[in-house]
T-cell receptor
Framework: DAMVIQNPRYQVTQFGKPVTLSCSQT?????MYWYQQKSSQAPKLLFH???????NEADTPDNFQSRRPNTSFCFLDIRSPGLGDAAMYLC????????????FGSGTRLTVV | DAKTTQPPSMDCAEGRAANLPCNHS???????VYWYRQIHSQGPQYIIH???NNETNEMASLIITEDRKSSTLILPHATLRDTAVYYC???????????FGKGTLLTVNP
């Protein structure tokens, strides 16, 4: 089945040590999104790619970066994780051409120690 | 910022219909209304979406008012597994981002 896959499901990283989360999709959607979701809060959009065009949300910290080497893959890089970056990170995909909804991955839960 | 408003919580008895309201009074003509739900510690799950006509699928029905300023998601026979946070979101046209509001925590009780 076409889907959005996030790896790993759980990630533990040390304070200040760079970490990369990955997302892949088999839907061939042109838009990919990264969300951060802290405990008991709604998902918060960090940035998205429309094809190769990167779109950052105004309040996303510089500590968060993203790469999209091809249509299928997108990465979230946290350059120097702090304790406040512990959260669930969600990847989603969407298509401008087909209004059939947006598909989310299962998320990566990041713990910073 | 999210432009929809939903009650923070609702209860429903198992087997009964759950009717979840949403106000989206500033929705533009080419924006759809999307409903997602999120069960604890999982990614949001797509439920249904609509533009101006009522919609039904295997999961739910969506009733959109004629002026499009509000909608109701209906789960016809709620089960315990429908306990989740339900999000109503506007998206479409030039707005292709999903911006989440606080959603409604639906608790289905035995």
């Amino acid at each position: 089945d076409a889907m959005v896959i996030q790896n790993p499901r759980y990630q533990v990283t040390q304070f200040g040590k760079p970490v990369t989360l990955s997302c892949s999709q088999t839907l061939n959607h042109n838009v990919m999104y990264w969300y951060q979701q802290k405990s008991s809060q709604a998902p918060k959009l960090l940035f998205h790619y429309y094809d190769k065009d990167f779109n950052n949300e105004a309040d996303t910290p510089d500590n968060f970066q993203s790469r999209r080497p091809n249509t299928s893959f997108c990465f979230l890089d946290i350059r120097s994780p702090g304790l406040g970056d512990a959260a669930m990170y969600l990847c989603a995909t969407g298509s401008r051409d087909i209004y059939n909804g947006y598909t989310f991955g299962s998320g990566t839960r990041l713990t910073v120690v | 910022d999210a432009k929809t408003t939903q009650p923070p919580s609702m209860d429903c008895a198992e087997g009964r219909a759950a009717n979840l309201p949403c106000n989206h009074s500033t929705i533009s003509g080419n924006e759809y209304v999307y409903w997602y739900r999120q069960i604890h510690s999982q990614g949001p799950q797509y439920i249904i979406h609509g533009l101006k006509n009522n919609e039904t699928n295997e999961m739910a029905s969506l009733i959109i008012t004629e002026d499009r300023k509000s909608s109701t998601l209906i789960l016809p026979h709620a089960t315990l597994r429908d306990t989740a946070v339900y999000y109503c979101i506007e998206s479409g046209g030039s707005n292709y981002k999903l911006t989440f509001g606080k959603g409604t925590l639906l608790t289905v009780n035995p």
